[in-house]
Every structure is written in C-alpha cells, then in structure tokens.
Nanobody, 124 residues
Framework: QSQLVESGGGLVQPGGSLRLSCVFS????????IGWFHQAPGKEREGVSC????????KYADSVKGRFTVSRDNAKNTVYLQMNSLKPEDSCIYYC?????????????????WGQGTQVTVSS
C-alpha cells in the first residue's frame, strides 16, 4: 500500500530555516507528482509547493515564492521542502501527498495519498 512519511518539522525562530522530508514508498513511481500542503487549525488545507516527476517541474504558492524550494531525489524516494526566511504565519501542519496522474498542482483535491503530517512552529 502506498505510503508517504514526513519529517523535519519543529520549532524555529522567525527568519530561520527548516528542511522537511517526504519519504514515499516504492510503488509511488517516478512520474507521480508530489505536493506539499499546509493546514492551520480551523482552516482548509492549502497547497504550498509541488514537483512533477523526475523532470523537476516545480510550482509554488505566492506566499512562499522566493523562500521555499522543493526538490526531488527519486533514488532515495524522497522529496524535500527547504523553507527559509520563515514567518510566524508559516506555522502549520505540513503534509506531503502523491498524485498518480503526474499532473501536479496546488489543489489538494488532485492528490490521492497523504502522509500523516509534521508540525512546523515559527515563534520567538
């Protein structure tokens, strides 16, 4: 059964950095798109970034452009989200998910398999 496992969350001061990792199971193939999403309490899940297949086509939400970078290492079955210049409003649970169509995008409804999430807290 397909699985994704996030790690790397934690507490960081404003302006700091974190790198999230999403390890996916071997049945999630190279052409699957992988997305990163976040969800704050009482709010809907929102797309942060996504990366499609081994070609590395990436997309970002406007709120994170220039601060976050997504990358993919298919040999390690891992997608990374490097988060720099973190702000208190980035505090959320972050999830990764896979899209078997490979189309990618920031709409969570396009994704079919989800990880359990990792908490990011940005606070002084």
């Amino acid at each position: 059964q397909s699985q994704l496992v996030e790690s790397g969350g934690g507490l960081v001061q404003p302006g700091g950095s974190l790198r999230l990792s999403c390890v996916f199971s071997a049945d999630i193939l190279d052409y699957y798109a992988i997305g990163w999403f976040h969800q704050a309490p009482g709010k809907e899940r929102e797309g942060v970034s996504c990366i499609s297949s081994s070609e590395g086509d990436a997309k970002y939400a406007d709120s994170v452009k220039g601060r976050f970078t997504v990358s993919r290492d298919n040999a390690k079955n891992t997608v990374y989200l490097q988060m720099n210049s973190l702000k208190p409003e980035d505090s959320c649970i972050y999830y990764c998910a896979s899209d078997y169509t490979g189309l990618a995008g920031l709409d969570p409804n396009h994704y079919d398999t989800w990880g359990q999430g990792t908490q990011v807290t940005v606070s002084s």
